[in-house]
């Protein structure tokens, strides 16, 4: 994870530090502690500057700080992983094995062909100065935030960043759109005074026919959120990024209403799934699939420096061991099978960090009566809290645990056993992570807000909130009977994003199928995966990048998803089965077969119910309502 930051201006009168906030550079160097530095470059007799700021966060090979320039004056910031499509040796770094691609490349296709064979989340920027132009983008997915901003017509200013803030002033941040690369000619756009950017989009085939078909629409679709003074056009060569995942499969298969394990349609069971198990067919695809997914893991727990008392083969005492890999952990059926098959990879002498999240209680918080005022749910809650952590008092607060108690945190414990039933011989730490609605406030005013920004709904809030203080990982952890503090050192966080989207995990994916069948599933799950970018994954790598933590999504594997894609839906989940087992039904097969027991057939729970954060400060709001609370106050008026 690094911070990248280039700030344009193409007016002679200004500086680039003009653009420059200081704040915007405190949230790149909290992404990236380990290296931060500046570079100008000016052309006079252009009138042009480029401001390069680059923050590392080091994981693989030598710390190497950005951004980087060679011989011929090019420049390179980076914030990527390479999983595959371009070797990167053990011993070696992504970023340097990156700029020595690009600068053999003697053509736009060059560009664009490595970039087309590059597999792992990126977002770059790339001063070619022969050329004079300026190439940056995300990859397909939009797995790494990148956000731009610009000047009015007589500013003549362009700002590229990671990261930005909110502003009671809207300057109209918004997402670098994840629908290709841009390049800008910065000769000529110095020349005329404004900013031309020309894209070269991402296509499944790079036809002519085909880029001609797509052209208009990813058009459309970028110039709206762009200002009125700001050019794009396609560039004339009818270039284009070969996607790195094939297509959606929409072939309808006829299947049978008649499940294996189970004569009664609502019966959800850890039985059915056995039952579809004993079907050689299923159990052969299911292996397939773990094995993918296995191999997708593997590669984000192992492409990380470690320790080197861990290196030699020699065990350290357990009061020295780190844990370098942490999960977002629900005790879902996401988290739990990446979780298991982390422990696959992860050297078994390294503890893994399993991070839970739950927000206050409501009910508790104002204490309220709980036999008159709770919901059913809420006292049930309370049925199902472990006595032992019932009477412990939160360190910080003096708040009883049992506050805490929230679906999530119950699933999160039983998740623990089934793991350590998995491998005793693992150090599981289930940190469970508290917060007060006090802290609540006060976290999302200092910071969350600006790292949400510039999304602004109800979801986006509550979401956004929850991985905060998840990944932050401050919390406790269970040591011999007793809770004790703990903050977790993990620098790469694993996250079960993309498995809802590809699976029909939501209820949206229900009631289309209900309404539509299989045809109207396919299409929402086609759409799911198109606006991903958009909808979640630059917002998640701000806000876990805020930690000097690196967000790694398995299910986004490029492999993962073309495996996926190329199954009829029917393959990956039958929605006439009840909740619990139809929905991600591959997937709970696949968990099955790792040895998963009571969590394979858990209900999908979103995270915002899940830790309770919806609850905790309205029940009124729509989940796609802008949300008050991200705008600016200041502390005494929340």
Known sequence: MCGICCIVTLRSQHTVNDFLNEDILCRLRRRGPDSSQQLLKTVSDLSYKCLFSGHVLHLRGLVTPQPLEDANSNIFLWNGEIFDGVHVGALENDTEVMFGHLALCRSEADILSLFSSLRGPWSFIYY???????????????????????????????????????SKIDIQWREVPASGIFKID???????????????PWKYSCTE????????????????????????????????????????????????????????????????????LAEECK?????????????????????????????????????NRKAHVAVLFSGGIDSMVVAALADKHVPLEEPIDLLNVAFMIKEHAKQKDAATKHPHQEVQLDLLCPQGSCQDLDAKTGTPLSCFDVPDRITGRAGLRELEAINPSRTWNLVEINVTLEELKEMRQQCINHLIYPLDTVLDDSIGCAIWFASRGE????????????????????????????????????????????????????????????????????????????????????????????????????????????????????AKELGLTASTVLPKRAVQFGSRIAKLESNSEKASDTCSRLKLFSVDEL
């Open 128 to 166: 070619q100065a022969s050329r004079h132009s300026l190439w940056f983008g995300r990859d397909y997915f939009g797995r790494r935030s990148l956000l731009w901003q610009f000047g009015n017509e007589v500013d003549g200013a362009f700002c590229l960043t990671s990261v930005s803030v909110s």
């Open 283 to 319: 159990k052969t695809l299911v292996g397939q699939f773990i094995g993918v997914l296995s191999e997708a893991v593997k590669r984000r727990v192992l492409s990380l420096v470690r320790d080197e008392d861990q290196k030699t083969g020699g065990i350290p005492s357990m009061a």
């Open 475 to 590: 919390g406790f952890v269970s040591n011999q009977g007793q809770l004790k503090p703990y903050k977790s050192p993990a620098k790469v966080v694993l996250t079960g994003i993309g498995a809802d989207e590809q699976l029909a995990g939501y209820s949206r994916h229900r009631v289309s199928f209900q309404k539509y069948g299989l045809e109207g599933l396919n299409k929402e799950l086609e759409m799911e995966l198109n606006r991903i970018s958009s909808r979640n994954l630059g917002r998640d790598d701000r806000i876990i990048g805020d930690h000097g933590k690196e967000a790694r999504f398995p299910f986004l594997d490029e492999h993962v998803v073309s495996f996926l894609n190329s199954l009829p839906v029917s393959e990956k989940a039958d929605l006439t089965l009840p909740r619990g087992i139809g929905e991600k039904l591959i997937l709970r097969l696949a």
């Open 209 to 276: 026919e085909a880029v001609e078909e797509t052209f208009v629409s990813v058009l459309e679709k970028v110039l709206k959120d762009l200002p009125n003074h700001i050019r794009l056009v396609m560039n004339e060569s009818k270039l284009c990024l070969r996607a790195p995942v094939i297509p959606l499969n929409k072939t309808i298969l006829e299947v049978s209403r008649k499940h294996p394990g189970t004569n009664i349609s609502n019966v959800v069971s850890t039985e059915t799934l056995q039952g579809f």
């Open 186 to 200: 910065l000769k000529a756009c110095a020349t005329a005074k404004s900013l031309s950017l020309t894209l070269f």
